[in-house]
């Protein structure tokens, strides 16, 4: 059971942070985050198959610009079973122009692996997650059977869909007091107690509406800070594996602290 992050707006200072270390409840084996500097610029990436409360520390100049900026995902890893846990197999993932993380299980993917790649492709194909990426290419889920909560950038924009997977989407203003700082941000995420207890620590006043999210229907979060809904998405959710996995135990937030690590960086 993994985390899935999107963003489209400005972030508080430090809150960033602040929400990974709260997904890594639900997974450890991997921590990683995309987000674009500019609206038109390319997209920046990194993972690793850490802890966020490693992570934050470690890559915190990466964090700090990822929070600077206006789009992003990010993703907490609880590896599917016998996929191997190392800093390849930890999301976002890219294929082409897309950007993609994801929560949940593909338990056709040794099929969709040998259908969707080239033979000289396949080997690189180690996790079930990696197979979505021609699929989300054409905005057709329906040969992958599972269970989705994804997200993802391509074409300028923020995306999300889910199918028998959890998913939040919340439109949240912020407002910083002391130094009057303030902004509208959209925030989709596996759980709504994962953005609670990010924004709680932060010293700001906060309030939320939320979106009711359908299964199965392609949303873009706009950049004018509204969900935009682009119809259905094909799914096949058929014969999910592990639908109903139990959570793991809730851990403590973290008091962060960020050093001077380089930036990582990627580009697409």
Same mark, same amino acid.
């Given at each position: 059971?993994?985390?899935?992050?999107?963003?489209?707006?400005?972030?508080?200072?430090?809150?960033?942070?602040?929400?990974?270390?709260?997904?890594?409840?639900?997974?450890?084996?991997?921590?990683?985050?995309?987000?674009?500097?500019?609206?038109?610029?390319?997209?920046?990436?990194?993972?690793?198959?850490?802890?966020?409360?490693?992570?934050?520390?470690?890559?915190?100049?990466?964090?700090?610009?990822?929070?600077?900026?206006?789009?992003?995902?990010?993703?907490?890893?609880?590896?599917?079973?016998?996929?191997?846990?190392?800093?390849?197999?930890?999301?976002?993932?890219?294929?082409?122009?897309?950007?993609?993380?994801?929560?949940?299980?593909?338990?056709?993917?040794?099929?969709?692996?040998?259908?969707?790649?080239?033979?000289?492709?396949?080997?690189?194909?180690?996790?079930?997650?990696?197979?979505?990426?021609?699929?989300?290419?054409?905005?057709?889920?329906?040969?992958?059977?599972? /269970?989705? =909560?994804?997200?993802?950038?391509?074409?300028?924009?923020?995306?999300?869909? #889910? $199918?028998? &997977?959890?998913? *939040?989407?919340?439109?949240?203003?912020?407002?910083?007091?002391?130094?009057?700082?303030?902004?509208?941000?959209?925030?989709?995420?596996?759980?709504?107690?994962?953005?609670?207890?990010?924004?709680?620590?932060?010293?700001?006043?906060?309030?939320?509406?939320?979106?009711?999210?359908?299964?199965?229907?392609?949303?873009?979060?706009?950049?004018?800070?509204?969900?935009? /809904?682009? =119809?259905?998405?094909?799914?096949?959710?058929?014969?999910?594996?592990?639908? #109903? $996995?139990? &959570?793991?135990? *809730?851990?403590?937030?973290?008091?962060?602290?960020?050093?001077?690590?380089?930036?990582?960086?990627?580009?697409?």
């Amino acid at each position: 059971m993994c985390t899935v992050l999107a963003w489209q707006g400005q972030l508080p200072p430090n809150s960033l942070s602040n929400l990974l270390v709260a997904a890594q409840c639900r997974g450890t084996d991997g921590t990683g985050l995309a987000w674009r500097e500019t609206k038109s610029g390319p997209v920046n990436y990194d993972k690793c198959s850490i802890p966020a409360s490693e992570y934050v520390v470690c890559r915190a100049k990466m964090v700090t610009a990822a929070n600077a900026s206006l789009s992003g995902i990010g993703h907490c890893r609880n590896a599917s079973r016998n996929m191997p846990v190392d800093s390849n197999n930890s999301h976002p993932f890219i294929w082409k122009n897309i950007v993609y993380a994801h929560n949940g299980a593909v338990k056709n993917w040794r099929q969709l692996r040998s259908t969707l790649f080239a033979k000289a492709m396949q080997d690189s194909i180690t996790t079930d997650s990696m197979t979505l990426g021609p699929l989300l290419e054409f905005r057709d889920l329906s040969q992958a059977v599972g /269970s989705f =909560g994804l997200v993802w950038m391509a074409h300028k924009s923020v995306w999300v869909t #889910h $199918s028998e &997977k959890e998913l *939040e989407t919340v439109q949240l203003k912020w407002e910083d007091k002391k130094d009057g700082s303030s902004g509208n941000v959209l925030i989709a995420c596996s759980t709504l107690a994962i953005i609670e207890k990010a924004f709680d620590l932060l010293d700001i006043e906060y309030s939320y509406s939320r979106y009711d999210l359908e299964e199965g229907i392609l949303y873009e979060l706009g950049v004018d800070g509204d969900l935009l /809904s682009h =119809g259905d998405i094909p799914i096949n959710s058929s014969n999910e594996a592990d639908a #109903h $996995s139990s &959570k793991t135990n *809730e851990k403590a937030l973290l008091q962060l602290e960020l050093d001077n690590s380089q930036i990582g960086e990627g580009y697409v």
